[in-house]
Each structure stands twice: as C-alpha cells, then as structure tokens.
C-alpha cells in the first residue's frame, strides 16, 4: 500500500441532463505506483476527462455526480472526505494540468498571484514571501525573464508559456500526484516536446506519480509506464507500455495504433476507425465497440464482455479472449 | 492610456456634431413660430417682420445653426421664450433636482441589485433564484409612469404615506434639517420607482454576467488550486463577471435621463423632465434644444466613462 | 443501425423549437399573446357595445356587469375600447418593429458586407442615434409631428434600428469570412444576393430575438407618448391614452377602472413578449445572452 499513490475502484460517474441521465464513466479501476506514469487514451467523450475531474472532486455540479466506487490517495478514500478537506488536498496534494492553456488562466490577475494564492492557501505564507517562491518556481519550469513574467497578464504570454505557468502552479506544493489532462494538445509540436521533457524531468526529481490523458499515443510512448484505454466510460485494455505497442490485443487498440498519422505512408490515405463513438443514450446492448468493430461476432452485439486478465499485467475487455465454452456460458 | 482618452474624445466630436444637426434641424422643422405668443397682437405685421428679421427668423438652417453653435461653443445657449430668461440659468435651477433623484436610484439600485444578481447566479435554479427571476422580469415590464401612478394612487393617495407630487411642501416655509427632511419625503416615491425597475435589468445581467464567467476554465482552475468556494466566487468570478456590468451602468443613465422625464412628470417633479416635457408644450425651443443637447451629450461621456472603466478594469484592453 | 438513429438529421430551427417548447415561461408568455391578439381582434364580436358609443348619462360608472369594467367620463365602456385598444397598440408594436429591422438589417448588413468607409458611415450615425435618450427624443419628435398613430410608428422605429444594427453588422462580419460566402463569391454571385439569399438566412436567430423584443419597445412608446398626449389622438382608443385619464387627479383617485387595466394590459403584454424573447433567445442563439 505504501508505495501505491491512487487506486480507483469501480469509480462510475454520471451526468443528469434534459434527456436523461448517463454513465460518462462507467466502472473503472486502476492504480498508480508512487513515480510512475499512468496513461489514459481514447477518443473525445471516453469519459477520460470525467475520470480525472472525479478524483479532483471537480464534477461539474449540479448535474454530473459520482454515484458509486471508491478513490483512494494515499490509503485515504478521497469520496468521503468533505469539500473543505478536498480543498487541502486539491492542489496540494493532487495537482492538474488542464487542456487550454489560452483559457485556464484568469485574465484579470498577474502571473505571479496566481502562482502566490496557491502558497497562501496551502503553505500559510504570507503575500510578501510568495514572490521570490513564484520567480523560482518559473525558473524551474524554464521560463525566460521569470522576474518580469511574474507581474504580466496571462494574455502578455503565448500558450506554451501559459502552460509552463500552469506546471509551475500545480508543482508549487510539490504533489504526490498530477493529473494531466491533455496538456499538450493545444501546444505547436517543438513546444509540446519541451513540455513534456519538463515533466518527465520533474517527475524523476521529486517521485510525483502523473496520471497523463491524452488521445495522442505517440505522447503516451513518450511518457507512459502503464497504459488504459477508454471507450465509451469503460476500460478495454490495461497493459504497460511496451506490450500495448508490441501485443495490442482489443481491436480497438489495434483500430487507434493503425490510424496514428506517423504510421500512413506517403501517398495513401489515412486508415480510419469507421462509426462513431456511440451516443451515451443509445449505446449498444453488447459491446461498446461492436458497432465499429471489423472482428465483432455475434455474442459481441448481445452481451457486454468483462475485463479478462490475460497476462499477470495485461487487461482486456472482448469476447476474442474468451474460450467457446465461456462464450456460450454466458449466453 | 491618455492617449486613448484624447483620442476617444476627439471621436466625440463628430458624433456630438451629428447629434446637434438632427436635434437643431428637427426642431426647425416644426410648423409655426414660437414668438408670435409673445408679441403683442396689435403689433403690426411689418413691425413684427422686422423683429423677427432681427433675431435672425428668416435666415437659412445652416446659416441659423452657425450662429447657434457658435454661441453655444461660448457657453450661451439662448434666451428662454417661455420664462425670458438665459436658458443656462434655468437648466442651472434644474439640473441639480434632476441628478439628485437620478444619482440617488441609480446608486441604490447598483448596491441592491447587483449583490442580488451575483447570489442568484450562484444559487442558480434554487428558490430564491427563481423568485429573483420572476421580480426581473417584472421589474423589466412595468412601465414606468403606470408604476408610478399606481404608487401615487395606493401609497399617497389611499394610504396617505407620502406626499402626492412636487419636491417640497408648498408654504411650508421649512428651513435646515426640516427641509431636508421634507424634501426626502417627496423623494421617497420616486427613488423608489426609478430604482426598483432598474434593478430589475442590473439584477439579470450581472446574473447571466456571472453564469457566464462560471463556465470559464480557469474557475474550474482556481477550483483546482483548492481555493474555497467563497475565494472563487468573490475574488475569481465576480471581478470578471463585473466588467460588463460596467456597460450596463452607462447606458442606463441615458435611460434614466430619459426615462425621468415620464417620472418626474407624473410626480410634477421640479427637474430637467418637467422642464423638457413643459418647454416642448410651450414651443419654448431654445430650451428644448438646449436641454436636449446637454443630455445627449451627458449620455456620450456616460459611454466614454463606462469604456475607460472598462479598459481599467480588463488589463486584456488594449488603448490603440 | 444504432449508429445512424443516433444522428438524427434535425435543422437548427426544429432543434430550437423543440428546446422553446420546453421553456414553461416562454410558452405562457406566448400564450398570453395569443389571447391578447385574438381578443382584440374579434373586439366586435366579444362586446356588444359600440367603440366610441356616447352615453353622458352613464359617465364615469363602476364596473358592473352591466359594463365589466365600468365606463369613462364620455359614458364610453371602458371594457370595449380595452379591447379595440389593443388593435392599436399590438399594431403600433407590429410597424415599429418592422420599420426598425428593415433599417437596422439593410444598413447592418450593408456595413458588415462591404466595410471600409461604408461601415464607417453607418456606424458613426449608429453612434450618433445611440447617443440619444430615446424617449426624450421620441417627445420632442411626436411634438413636431403632431400626435398620431402614424408618428408613434415611425418614430419608435426610427430610434430603435440601432441595436439590430449592431448586431446584424457582427454577425456580419464573422459569416462572410466563412467558405459558403466565398463560394457564393466564386460562383459570381453579386453581393446584393449574396446578402439576401446566403447572409441573411443565417442570422435570422438574432434578428427574431431582436424584433420580439422590439414589439415590446414599441407597445412601450406608444403607451408613454400616447400618455402625455403626444400619441394616438383620441377618440381611437389606445392603452396608452386610456392610461392618460391618470392624468387628471381626480380619476388617479377615483376612477381606478379607467387607468388601472389599460396599464395592467400594457404590462402584461411586455411581460409576456419577454418571457418569449428571453426564450427564443435561450433557445435559438444561446450566445446571444444579453
């Protein structure tokens, strides 16, 4: 237990709309070792973001909640905690990363006071104290002129600026874990690499376990040491990074490691995964992938398959790893 | 930002032009001359011709116009048919009343409502949103003088609780803190009809101001930081959702210029309404157009004020 | 296949009705306007008196049921020319507004398309009508006009084409940099057309948000002008100089049947017109919030 930061069991978060309601995520489990890096991929709407914001404690309220499982941090059940204890724990404790760099930060204060409320609030320090903390903490996140940048507006810095002051803010309490949420999609490609350089590093200088979402694999080739794949608020393949590139198993793994843009040759067309991701209303009877899948048979229409170990550290949720005889036992 | 505000009043000027051609041309289009209900009738026609020859009746528009904005430019806007005296000095007696009922319900509907807006937006879909809502849309339906009169009819007429029109008791003869006294009295009704309507519309903007601002990513960042609740609302959201409140605060003092001179006439109100509403009755027009131009102009620096706030406030504005 | 009743093929406009009909406040709000709409235009067949019928003998009586809401100093029924009014202010609502989209749409649209000194133009003058307060300009107006029901068209219209101008111009602006607009161009087509046929179908939302609110605006002005009797002239009734027997002291006081329902009508309708807008504009545009 010790050396484990997360573990997330069963974690099912749903969102109440007009429409109806619905399982955004949908029973998921995982855990993060301490230092280590825990990748997420899937398409827009998997529920990976809902996945993070859910151990932030951050579901959009009123509608989104979470209505079963648990999220241990640190052998603690962060579901149980109350709002004000949240609040010490979130960035703190757990710090995130947000997608939009242009947008995370509020246009009316200065670098540095945003950087300075989180150290008021967490480390008790006073406003004079912050602003020496504030130029280092740039510093190590490799801004140029940290002096100066620190009393700029958020719109005097350009996006990949913005996002090494958003690194610089959730590493400013030194957290046991940081959630990455796409950090690097909204980024050009020479700075989405530094970026990511600057949190391999700091995750080896201060053993910070990351949570890291993306739907970009290459970044998770990059970056990851354990890898889950998402559809639809499930997972259907958990495995480490090596094996997920080398012995993919879930078609729709294979479907995501065909259509990376670095694997097209010249000339030819991008492969495609056909279909959509289903509408969280209308989703399959079966599997959530049968209705794009090239291999779905016909138990894979009528019954949803669970995650199958294969391997001691390999996960996979199809009706392929099934034997007959477990096929027609749960039909 | 200096040169900002130089340039946005030079921006004015063709603007203020614009206004005083349409406000001079539209009233020198009126049928009939005002001055013949000043003239003795047995005066003589030629004699009366020669007058109006001499104060300049028969020039041209433009010709006319001239003259009248260059006099103007010198801080002479005419003489007051009506009352023979310099418009100035009249608009001077009238003028203070008017701010007076306009700055006070202004003032008390930004304190009232906007407080109100923040906490509905915040509480969004609870009761007390949904009866702020409803008290909204009221408030931004009622007409104005129908509100007015109906305060009259019920609140000083039936129950006798304030006085039915004017500012001060007539023949009172009260001096010192009884006059001051007296003249709150008549200024209860309408303060309080001038400001509960508008903060109907302060109310439901700064509401969808702040919903607005709540969708923001970095709200859901300053949430991540760990900052309590009541960090991220008043020191997060409130400061951005306010800017646009800003605007709104400058386009309603043109509407409580203009909308005080129905108020101010329903209650005979001693301000520039009345004074309007009974010089366009008596064709007095050089006070007309004075008193419209000085609105209309307080309206334009009302616009001016509210961008320069504006770009205070926003350190995303830039002045060029 | 799941997959394609998933994608249901609904036009914006369906989708927006749909989310209008769901909005409980507009729909009475709507529904209030239909009454009011329907009453007023089968006045005749509603009452049984005569508009502008005189009866001295019967002046200023109380609601009875004889005469519902009693009758005013002409011995007139006050219940009939409430409903007769509402023909002349809900149309004095109707003509403002049109007067006002037609300018604000042509010139916001002729602004937006070509800019460059054009745009200047136009805006300078939106500035300059911006800048008026509107209701004193409206008074100073219908008093060189002359009240009538004609004037409080045309002036209400008039002041009120800047806001739709406005809006018209932004939207404007970010639709002709889009592709259709270039193709529209590609293919020859002049910018009169491309105005008319490709622009303006697609800022529709806005203009319909603008123009309900607007019949409110103009039901407003003509109840205020026709009020200080710079208005519709009497004998035609309208809310507005109904409202003016609060004029006099006396019926303030006394005859609360004369000026308490055109006002409470004059309320309603804006309050229903509202509800409308407010959900037209939830539901056709959200980002047009206010």
Redesign the interface.
Known sequence: MQNTTLVVENLVTGFKT?EGSFNAVDGVDFKIEGGKVLGIVGESGCGKSITSLSI?G?VPK?NGFISSGKILFEGQDLLKLS??EM??????RI??I?Q?PM???????KIGFQIA??LE??QHLKRSECKPICIELLKRVGLPRPEKVVDE?P?QLSGGMRQRV?IA?ALSCNPKLLIADEPTTALDVTVQAQVLELMKDLKSEFQTSILFITHDLGVIAEMADNVLVMYAGKVMEETDCETLFDEPLHPYTLALLCSRPERIKRGESPICIP??V??P??M?KGCAFA?RCALSKDICKEKKPELKAISPNHKVRCWQYYSEEEQCQNI | MYKYIIRRLLLMIPVLIGVSIIIFSLIHMAPGDPYSAMIDPNTPTEEIENMLRNIGYYDSLPVKYTKWISRALTGDLGFSIRYQEPVVNIIGRRIGNTLLLSVLSLTLSVVIAVPLGVISATKQYSKFDYIATIFAFIGMSLPAFFFALLMIKFLAFDLKLFPISGMQTIGSGYTGIRLVLDVMHHMMLPVIVLSLLQMASFMRYSRSSVLEVFKQDYIRTARAKGLSERLVIYRHALRNALIPVITLLSSSLGFILSGAILTETVFSWPGMGTLIYQSILNRDYPLVIASTMLLSICVLFANLLADILYAVADPRIKYN | MSLENSVKSQSPWQIGFKRLKKNRLAMIGFTLLCIVVIISVFAPLITRYDRDAIDTLNSYQKPSAEHWLGTDELGRDTFTRLLYGGRISLSVGLVSTSIAVLIGVTLGTTGGYHGGYIDNIIMRIVDVFMCFPFFLIAIVVAAILGPSIWNVMIISGILGWTGIARIVRAEVLSIKEREFIEAARALGLNSKDIIIKHIIPNIMAPIIVYATLGIARGILSEAGLSFLGLGVKPPTPSWGNMLAAAQSMRSLRLHWWLWIPPGCLVFFMILSINFLGDGLRDALDPKLKQ
């Open positions: 007009s932030m951050l009123p709002e004000p609040q010490m724990i979130r960035g703190n710090a995130m947000f939009e947008t995370a930060l509020n246009p009316v204060f409320e989180i609030t967490h507006y719109h958003m803010m279909g959509m289903p509408s209303f209308d399959p209705p």
